[in-house]
């Protein structure tokens, strides 16, 4: 079950992963999982989209807790992602997990709202549509690429308040400091959740010091999303990897640098296998209070991910 896996990998797992949940995550990365996709009230009533997938022999499934996702059987992916339905913005295909986010911030239209790595896009519409495109929604980009496609599914998606930046995320606590209400911040990462045995291209770029190479950039960018988010205002930090160096351990030196002025914020997620976070790591302690954080594990159904949210005081 785990002989595609790297070893170095799998070791680690073993030290993240509670010996009881070590079974269901090895198995989950050698399952084909069901697709995931969001309705995007932006362009049509969600309602009106699942009966046309109904009515098209997708058989959608609501999932309980989130009002807006969708489930559907691997066996459809390829027509799915053909239908009009995602091809006009009306569904959005998306992970549970990455749709766990943006609500987690609960915007509302009255705020600024700045998504700091914005591509491809996903968690910005699902900003606009909590926002019903009200506000300031600024979404930044460093990788021009990257800020294409992110321009093209929020033209798609009919997100129209959203400002795009082609910038390094790491400038933005020069440049406006102290000023959204609400930050969202999926940091660029060694993406271990998307490692599949048998996909090769999957699990070629898999390393430690990819994972080195990563939490150098995160802990920037967290540290500047927390900067630009006025006194008050929420952070919302998450990852797709399980590695505690760009997790626990990005949040918690991040946090250190603002010598109290950042809170731990719990919370619950329905639908997904929810574990706190880290206190320690390969020997290092952490803030007690990292155990507010979330890890989704991996599980038959859903990616791995990581998130924590955080609130900044005066």
């Not at 079974?23 to 989209?49: C, G, Q």
């Not at 898999?206 to 967290?222: A, C, N, V, Y």
Request: hydrophobic share 40%; aromatic share 6%.
């Amino acid at each position: 079950m785990t002989s595609g896996l790297p070893a170095e990998f799998i070791e680690r797992l073993g030290r993240i992963v509670a010996s009881d949940d070590l079974p269901l995550v090895l198995e989950s990365f050698a399952i084909t999982k069901p697709i995931f996709a969001r309705l995007n009230p932006l362009r049509a009533a969600p309602d009106e989209t699942f009966a046309e997938l109904e009515q098209a022999g997708f058989s959608p499934r609501r999932v309980a807790g989130h009002e807006t996702a969708l489930r559907f059987e691997p066996s459809c992916r390829d027509d799915l992602m053909r239908s009009a339905a995602v091809n006009e913005g009306r569904l959005y295909p998306q992970s549970l997990s990455s749709q766990c986010a943006a609500p987690l911030l609960d915007p509302v239209g009255a705020e600024w709202v700045l998504d700091l790595a914005a591509a491809p896009g996903g968690k910005t519409l699902h900003l606009a549509a909590l926002m019903n495109n009200e506000g300031r929604l600024s979404a930044v980009e460093p990788i021009r690429p990257r800020m294409y496609r992110l321009a093209e599914n929020l033209k798609r998606g009919g997100a129209t308040h959203v400002k795009t930046y082609l910038m390094d995320g790491r400038a933005v606590e020069r440049k406006t400091p102290d000023r959204f209400d609400r930050v969202l911040l999926d940091a660029p990462c060694s993406s271990e959740s998307r490692m599949r045995i048998g996909d090769e291209e999957s699990l070629r770029y898999w390393s430690p010091r990819k994972i080195g190479e990563q939490s150098r950039k995160q802990l920037g960018l967290l540290s500047a999303a927390l900067r630009a988010c006025r006194p008050g205002g929420r952070v919302l930090y998450s990852t797709c990897s399980l590695a505690p160096e760009e997790n626990e351990r990005i949040v918690d030196q991040a946090i250190r640098r603002f010598d109290g002025e950042i809170e731990i914020l719990p919370f619950t997620i329905p639908s997904v296998i929810q574990r706190a976070g880290l206190t320690a790591w390969e020997g290092e302690a952490f803030m007690p209070e990292l155990a507010n954080t979330c890890r989704i594990l991996p599980s038959s159904e859903v990616d791995a991910f990581f998130l924590a949210l955080l609130q900044r005081h005066s």
